[in-house]
């Protein structure tokens, strides 16, 4: 059973379980935070468990993460569109049954702490802008509310076990996922953008 260790009693740094963007996703995403002077937390990335700490060391951690994560399959990510909470603008992604699954697998990594999004509360992103200030909310929001991403649905095939130093993201290991036949993105072949703002926090 994974034990769960209360987050202000575990120590540092910061680990998270990520997959990355297309390359195409990717660049307009960092293009558009550089117009805008905004960024994320690290790299544009979809976040598949918020960061957490763990009593283990970065080795074993990596062998932890190996053995939850052996004999995932990849799977398909459907963008919906933006979003906006209080101090973040993100791209939602479709929360389907694969990345549900995904997500509550990354949950037996530990020991370790839990973030308050995850579980129930777990909403699939990628972040744009974190740390808005409220003046600027609107401000941005208008910026991007219209703007369409080149890709709207990408497929997963790996992950990535990144490490928070000094203020910097690292890439600590890649775990490949099984290559089976891609399903139909969700919600159809030719998806629409959806646009929204929110009140609760990603």
Partial sequence: M???LPAQDAPSPLYS???WPPEAL???LRRLQDRLNVRGFGLPHLNVRAPFQTSLRSAELVGVCRDVLRGQAALDVQ???WKQVPGVIFLECELSPQLRALHDR???IGPSSRARYDGAEYRPHLTLALGVLKWAEPVLWEEIR???PPVTHFRVEALSLTKEHRG???ELHTFPLLDLPPADPPGGTEPGMEH???VAPS
């Fill in 17 to 19: 379980i990520v997959a």
């Fill in 26 to 28: 990717d660049s307009w």
């Fill in 146 to 148: 219209d703007l369409t």
């Fill in 106 to 108: 990354s949950l037996m």
């Fill in 79 to 81: 963008v919906r569109g």
């Fill in 2 to 4: 994974t034990e769960f």
């Fill in 196 to 198: 929204g703002i929110e």
């Fill in 168 to 170: 910097e993201v690292q």
